[in-house]
């Protein structure tokens, strides 16, 4: 069964620390699609990446970087040096081939960034 | 930029009144969705549609329906509002996925926080 695992209910950091964001996916399908969404305190859900599971190459866009490692199911984020405004709440989610007009989401990760 | 837009961010109803969360995107995207957003629950999908008239079960129906006349726009119904129903109501879209083809990214609008007394 498809599922997506955001292991990590809140974390806190202060400003300028390394912080990573953990999700673990299960499919049975060979080709699915990974996405990560920001949900600031305003409510509405930010797109910030998707990868599909044929591209396993990490990617980085100024302080975010992703982590795709089929191996162990896993497409952690990791944002460098935090700052105040990435305090949200991130989802990890998963699309299958079969159906890839539907998101399976996590249950998200609450990340609070400290001054 | 996509653009999402939905009827109200706060909504206040009493039990068993009909409920009309609308939902409009000018995208001209043929898929739309309704979640509803719950702590320690994530997004769950109520219902979906991909045109006109058409209309999908997510994994949430019951207590729901939807109405889609117009490409652009999209309406969840309560038709019996609950307090089980108090919860943040988030609208999508995306284009749709052709035969073969990746699907395509969902866009949100900001969310009906919608409370039941």
């Known amino acids: 069964a498809q599922k997506v695992t955001q292991a990590q209910t809140e974390i806190s950091v202060v400003e300028k620390e390394d912080v990573t964001l953990d999700c673990v996916y299960e499919?049975?399908?060979?080709?699915?699609?990974l996405f990560w969404y920001k949900q600031p305190p305003s409510g509405e859900l930010v797109f910030l990446i998707r990868?599909?599971?044929?591209?396993?190459q990490n990617e980085i866009s100024g302080r975010y970087s992703w982590n795709f490692q089929k191996s162990t199911s896993s497409f952690n984020f990791t944002i460098t040096a935090s700052q105040v405004v990435d305090s949200a709440v991130y989802f990890c989610?998963?699309?299958?081939?079969?159906?890839?007009?539907?998101?399976?989401f996590g249950t998200g990760t609450r990340l609070q960034v400290f001054p | 930029d996509v653009k999402v837009t939905q009827s109200s961010r706060y909504l206040v109803k009493r039990t068993g009144e009909k409920v009309f969360l609308e939902c409009v995107q000018d995208?001209?995207?043929?898929?739309m969705f309704w979640y509803r957003q719950d702590p320690g629950l994530g997004l769950r999908l109520i219902y979906f549609s991909y045109d006109v008239k058409m209309k999908e079960k997510g994994d949430i129906p019951e207590g729901y329906s939807v109405s889609r006349e117009k490409k652009e726009r999209f309406s969840l119904i309560l038709e019996s509002a609950s307090t089980n129903q108090t919860s943040m109501y988030l609208c999508?879209?995306?284009?749709?996925?052709?035969?073969?083809?990746?699907?395509?990214?969902?866009?949100f609008g900001p969310g009906t926080r919608l409370t039941v007394l």
């Open positions: 990868r599909n599971s044929f591209d396993e």
């Open positions: 999508a879209s995306s284009l749709l996925n052709l035969a073969g083809g990746p699907g395509d990214t969902q866009y």
């Open positions: 995208m001209d995207h043929e898929n």
């Open positions: 989610a998963l699309s299958e081939a079969r159906n890839t007009d539907k998101l399976i």
């Open positions: 499919t049975r399908d060979t080709t699915y699609y």
